[in-house]
């Protein structure tokens, strides 16, 4: 068995294509049209184009429990995922100023610089940087 | 302060408290990050530190979860990785990434990565010109 695609649900498909792709920096991989305006969508990271794939999942859309699910990680201010970055300050930097919004600033805890913005879909991301 | 930022911040309290214990495996792992390519070991990195062997054997499982051993074959593996790429040769990528041995340099890249590394060099090349 190997892990080739973890998935991250969206609000909106197009909408987090463009977010994930210009603002955080991935390229798209694969986009096939499914049933009604759903697409199988998947991101790499520019360096690791043969790494894990991240699906953009509309599920939140078409399953009730996930929106649930969703908003209360909304709420509680948990991120529903977490990407590595080789500098926090500079990513962080970086963001804001293309508009970014971040709920934590870049932050130390143990061994990890981290912080956490907001990704427009219904989800707030955890970048890391291993000190 | 979120639900998250106050558990966090719990946890701090609770687990990671200790700032010199903290700045001390930091310390070993950017050790090991700057020499990763030279013949590292345990007694000298404790030596270099100025604590037991056992003891920092323990706090860098305890703070990056992985021994010093699997940290630095992950750190060499990865960088051979960029040098295949760059078209190094495998001995030549096997001594600059700090292994002492090519069977065991290849032995580990296979376990690691599923191809031996000139299984993985002669794919990378093939997806560079198909690209270009």
């Known amino acids: 068995m190997k892990i080739t695609v973890i998935s991250i649900p969206v609000r909106d498909q197009e909408k987090a294509l463009h977010f994930y792709t210009e603002k955080l920096g991935f390229i798209k991989k694969k986009d096939m049209p499914l049933d009604g305006d759903n697409r199988w969508i998947t991101l790499v990271s520019k360096d690791a184009q043969d790494g894990p794939e991240l699906l953009l999942e509309p599920a939140p859309l078409h399953f009730e429990p996930c929106k649930v699910f969703q908003d209360s990680l909304m709420a509680a201010g948990i991120p529903w995922t977490q990407f590595d970055v080789d500098s926090v300050d500079a990513e962080y930097e970086r963001l804001t100023k293309i508009g970014v919004e971040f709920s934590i600033k870049p932050s130390i805890f143990s061994t990890v610089k981290y912080a956490v913005f907001n990704d427009t879909c219904g989800n707030y991301i955890q970048i890391v940087e291993n000190l | ?132």
């Open chain 2, 1 to 132: 302060m979120s639900f998250y930022e106050e558990k966090i911040s719990q946890l701090k309290k609770s687990h990671y408290s200790n700032d010199k214990q903290i700045e001390s495996v930091i310390g070993i792992k950017n050790y090991i990050d700057n020499n990763y390519d030279t013949d590292l070991n345990l007694d000298f990195l404790s030596y270099t530190r100025f604590i037991s062997k056992y003891h920092l054997l323990r706090l860098f499982k305890r703070y990056y979860g992985l021994t010093p051993r699997q940290y630095l074959i992950d750190k060499r593996i990865e960088k051979s990785k960029t040098h295949l790429k760059e078209q190094m040769s495998v001995t030549e990528t096997c001594f600059a990434v700090g292994f002492q041995s090519l069977g065991s340099f290849s032995s580990l890249f296979k376990s690691r990565t599923g191809q031996s590394p000139s299984q993985y060099q002669k794919e990378q090349f093939s997806r560079s010109t198909s690209h270009s």
